[in-house]
């Protein structure tokens, strides 16, 4: 699999933005997928994760209700609405290959592919 991630901005606070991640090599719909961001001096943390189906969403809860991750065929998206100077980092898509139900674990960095990474800067 190949990603790449694409979408990202300086905007202010209060603003949105739409990130976008196309993936290419593999049958996308057999992965697992998700949103990670690091900000300088922090560590990566997932910000939101999405299974294989679709049937399964999460989020960290500093983004409840405001990010919506969401796929379709080979994209995988991340809408954010009323971002914050805080949510300023480098963001990540990724993918790894998708586990039984009871195995899914939305938390977990342990991702396979990754694309290349995109800034989001939110300015207060």
């Known amino acids: 699999v190949q990603l790449q991630a694409s979408g990202g901005g300086l905007v202010q606070a209060g603003e949105s933005l739409r990130l976008s991640c196309a993936a290419s090599g593999r049958l996308f719909g057999n992965y697992d997928m998700g949103w990670l961001r690091q900000a300088p001096g922090k560590e990566r943390e997932v910000v939101a994760a999405?299974?294989?189906?679709?049937?399964r969403t999460y989020y960290v809860d500093s983004v409840k209700g405001r990010f919506t991750i969401s796929r379709v065929r080979s994209s995988l998206s991340l809408q954010m609405n009323i971002l914050k100077p805080e949510d300023t980092a480098v963001y990540y898509c990724?993918?790894?290959?998708?586990?039984?139900?009871?195995?899914?674990?939305?938390?977990?960095?342990?991702?396979?592919?990754w694309g290349q990474g995109t800034q989001v800067t939110v300015s207060s």
């Open positions: 990724a993918a790894r290959p998708r586990r039984i139900a009871s195995a899914y674990d939305p938390t977990s960095h342990e991702y396979d592919y």
């Open positions: 999405i299974n294989w189906s679709g049937s």
